[in-house]
């Protein structure tokens, strides 16, 4: 015979999880009015952007996330559910049928979650982060990475992540201005930061 339980005990014990449940998946939602001029693709915009932050995501990894889309802006350009589903990038650019163009990661993806997004994607875009965490994971994934032809990888500089971090408030306004290889993300309120960067890896040569 099934051994009984406290029904008010057991309801108790379900809300509860059902409570966790809810707040492990809830995200704080950003919103940012973002200004992009940049001169060397020569692509010029205002775009308002519905930022959603992972419970487990810092407000360095997505600024970086922001600081992505100015780098790479296109009309189509547009932010993914990121670290709320494995199966998505952090931003993703489709075209008219629903093909990916674009697919950009944040961060340190292992090497076999790059090599599907090869598969999927006309062009891979990874931005690391973290100064020498960045440095000991490219070793690790490099020789496995430098193979696939459409990936490109790019490591932030020192400190820039952290510098763009302090720029996150639940609403922002923000300029981006990109010269000559150089970019720069700033608000109202703070002073730009520089966007410095090393590419570890381009794209193959057609």
């Known amino acids: 015979m099934p051994r009984s339980r406290n029904p008010l ?17 809830k995200s704080t939602i950003y919103k940012a009015d973002l200004q992009i001029a ?30 992505a889309f100015a780098l790479f802006a296109h009309e189509r350009l547009e932010f993914c559910k990121g670290l709320s589903d494995t199966d998505e990038p952090d931003l993703w650019q489709k075209d008219l049928t629903g093909a990916i163009e674009t697919w950009i990661d944040v961060g340190q993806p292992d090497e076999r979650r790059i090599a599907k997004a090869s598969g999927r994607a006309n062009d891979v875009i990874v931005i690391a982060y973290g100064g020498r965490g960045s440095d000991i994971w490219w070793q690790g994934v490099r020789n496995k990475i430098e193979r696939l032809r459409n990936v490109t990888v790019w490591t932030l500089g020192e400190g820039v992540a952290e510098a763009l971090g302090a720029l996150a408030e639940r609403t922002m306004r923000l300029q981006c201005t990109v010269q000559d290889g150089s970019a720069w993300l700033g608000s109202a309120d703070a002073d730009p930061v520089p966007i410095e960067w090393t590419v570890l890896k381009p794209p193959a040569s057609v």
């Open 9 to 25: 005990l057991f309801s108790a014990a379900v809300r509860s999880a059902d409570l966790g449940y809810s707040m492990a998946l």
């Open 38 to 67: 940049d001169m060397d693709r020569h692509y010029y915009g205002d775009h308002g952007l519905t930022i959603a932050r992972h419970p487990s995501e810092t407000d360095e990894r997505m600024m970086v996330r922001v600081a």
